[in-house]
């Protein structure tokens, strides 16, 4: 069973993805990208999802607001009082039935925790699903968050506080953000990326080094992106600080578990995943 049921068309995928990873960060599960398995239908089993979860989220758009799945599932979530509506665009036209419940403007979010209408439906979904989002060690919290150090095993000594976006690795002392910034850029807009950030009371950011990302790569991990937990990536690549030469950088390919180096200006699945110094 999946907290949350994400409802999109097919040519918001991109969409959908940044969204269902940025909801799982808080520690919920979520059910956007189906696989079906050997002897189901697909309607079969999109019934099936769409009836066990807590909470529906309906991404509209100019593709979607024309799709019969679509408008069903949104009517499904509007039945049972546990629609949430995303609109991602400010041209599309949501269906008269649904015009009337308030919709999310997520129209220039790029997967920013800080954005202030993604904090909206955050909340919104929150508020949903009770408050209660289930850690791994089986305890209930009072706010849903993602996994951090203070859940794990800890060196002795005092430990600083950690906010919530972030993550204190236990063995090297440094401060991770949790996800990347979930669109393409080329090295120098990286480094611009994270020397701009604000996140978790912090501002001193900066793109890792090729052997402090190398130490991220988790060749266990099932998923596309082999990452370690609770990290999660948009693209395969990304970008570190190290250069080589004067106009290339290295990256390291979190699906091939493979560090090279190329120009500062590609940009085409490079993403900032950025780092900074813990205090002791």
Not at 126 to 143: I, V, W
Request: net charge neutral.
């Amino acid at each position: 069973m999946s907290d949350i049921f994400i409802s999109y068309s097919r040519s918001d995928w991109a969409t959908a993805q940044t969204l269902a990873n940025a909801l799982q960060l808080e520690n919920w599960s979520v059910w956007w990208d189906p696989k079906i398995p050997p002897g189901k239908a697909f309607d079969e089993v999109i019934d099936q999802a769409l009836e066990k979860a807590k909470c529906v989220i309906v991404i509209w758009s100019k593709a979607s607001v024309k799709s019969r799945w679509v408008k069903a599932e949104a009517a499904e979530g509007n039945r049972r009082g546990i629609l949430l509506p995303v609109l991602i665009e400010d041209d599309a036209k949501i269906p008269l039935e649904f015009r009337y419940t308030q919709a999310s403007r997520l129209t220039d979010w790029r997967g920013e925790a800080e954005h202030t209408e993604f904090g909206t439906l955050r909340a919104a979904v929150s508020e949903l699903l009770g408050h209660a989002a289930q850690t791994q060690n089986g305890r209930e919290d009072d706010k849903p968050r993602a996994s951090t150090a203070a859940d794990r095993p800890q060196k002795t000594g005092l430990q600083p506080a950690v906010p919530q976006e972030v993550y204190l690795d236990p063995e090297t002392r440094l401060i991770w953000t949790i996800q990347d910034n979930a669109k393409d850029n080329d090295w120098h807009q990286a480094k611009q990326f994270a020397g701009q950030l604000r996140l978790g009371g912090y501002s001193d950011w900066r793109l890792p080094t090729i052997d402090e990302l190398e130490k991220l790569y988790d060749p266990q991990n099932s998923s596309i992106y082999k990452i370690r937990q609770p990290f999660r990536l948009t693209g395969h690549w990304a970008w570190s600080s190290t250069k080589e030469g004067s106009g290339s950088a290295w990256v390291f390919n979190f699906g091939t578990g493979r560090r090279d180096h190329g120009p500062m200006g590609c940009s085409v699945s490079l993403r900032a995943l950025c780092v900074r110094r813990s205090a002791e």
